[in-house]
T-cell receptor, first 116, second 114 residues
């Protein structure tokens, strides 16, 4: 049973426009969410994260929104650039009270293609 | 470059064999995670070590085992290999548990079982 779902296997966006990648989760125990970016033949690279005590986190062109009641998060990239073309993975985990967390549960990824 | 080093990059072996994958975490990182990425299952958490001790287990088969050594490098041992074990195996590291769950991934070891 997939606890983290990315329902769009691919997404094509024009350069300069906004890219919106979506992710849904089912496990109510998840309280920390992350986005990773992956290029071919490389490992995933951490992009941005959000704790369940927040509903938004921004880092430059990247913003993650969390809707806990809907168990949904999204990653916005504005403006989209050609170098953003990659596979984006949504991940979730449960933080321990004393620090640290479970291993990450990943979605299957969305392949973002930025068209010139 | 994440600073996490995995060797070998590629490995081809026969069914029934045993292999060892090696991971050197980023300098100063105490936690090591192993993940498996297969075509049908995506990226799946296998096991986590913190400062030499096993800290969390995910979907790791009994045929698989791992350890973290005093110098903090880690090895993932896969035995009685089956065709379905063919996958990319990633190691990731993070500084310490209270740093947060953001982990830095190596480039992976591609295992092909024939």
């Amino acid at each position: 049973d997939q606890q983290v779902k990315q329902n769009s296997p691919s997404l094509s966006v024009q350069e300069g426009r906004i890219s919106i990648l979506n992710c849904d989760y089912t496990n109510s125990m998840f309280d920390y969410f992350l986005w990773y970016k992956k290029y071919p033949a490389e490992g995933p690279t951490f992009l941005i994260s959000i704790s369940s005590i927040k509903d938004k986190n921004e880092d430059g062109r990247f913003t993650v929104f969390l809707n806990k009641s809907a168990k949904h998060l999204s990653l916005h990239i504005v403006p989209s650039q050609p170098g953003d073309s990659a596979v984006y993975f949504c991940a979730a985990t449960t933080m321990y009270s004393g620090g640290g967390a479970d291993g990450l549960t990943f979605g299957k990824g969305t392949h973002l293609i930025i068209q010139p | 470059d994440s600073g996490v080093t995995q060797t070998p990059k590629h490995l081809i072996t026969a069914t029934g064999q045993r292999v060892t994958l090696r991971c050197s975490p980023r300098s100063g990182d105490l936690s090591v995670y192993w993940y498996q990425q297969s075509l049908d299952q995506g990226l799946q958490f296998l096991i986590q070590y913190y400062n030499g001790e096993e800290r969390a287990k995910g979907n790791i088969l009994e045929r698989f085992s791992a350890q973290q050594f005093p110098d903090l490098h880690s090895e993932l041992n896969l035995s009685s290999l089956e065709l379905g074990d063919s996958a990319l195996y990633f190691c990731a590291s993070s500084p310490r548990p209270d740093f947060g769950p953001e982990a830095f991934f190596g480039q992976g070891t591609r295992l092909t079982v024939v």
